[in-house]
């Protein structure tokens, strides 16, 4: 709670060390709403579309990750 009330914005970052991946899913839903909102010709279609969009960013990150971490295991673990 102190960390909370020391926080001067701009010159001290927020304590979220512990939590900072969960801070992906509103950058992939922000960032597919921008897009989506560029590329749908009817509003009505944004939600919808923007949704998949994030679910298959956040997918992809998976994916990358789990394929660094393979190569990781291959290369540290049994190669080392």
């Given amino acids: ?3 909370l009330l ?3 914005p701009l010159v001290t970052p927020l304590p979220v060390w ?3 991946a969960w801070l992906l899913i ?3 839903a922000a960032v597919s709403v921008v897009y989506k909102t560029i590329k749908c010709r009817y509003v009505s279609q944004i939600p919808k579309e923007a949704l998949q969009i994030t679910i298959w ?3 992809s990150m998976a994916g990358v990750a789990a394929g660094i971490q393979v190569v990781y295991f ?3 673990e049994w190669g080392g």
Avoid: G, H, S, T
Wanted: proline share 6%.
């Fill in 1 to 3: 709670m102190n960390a």
């Fill in 6 to 8: 020391a926080y001067i």
């Fill in 18 to 20: 512990d939590y900072w």
């Fill in 26 to 28: 509103p950058l992939c």
């Fill in 57 to 59: 960013i956040l997918l």
């Fill in 74 to 76: 291959l290369l540290v």
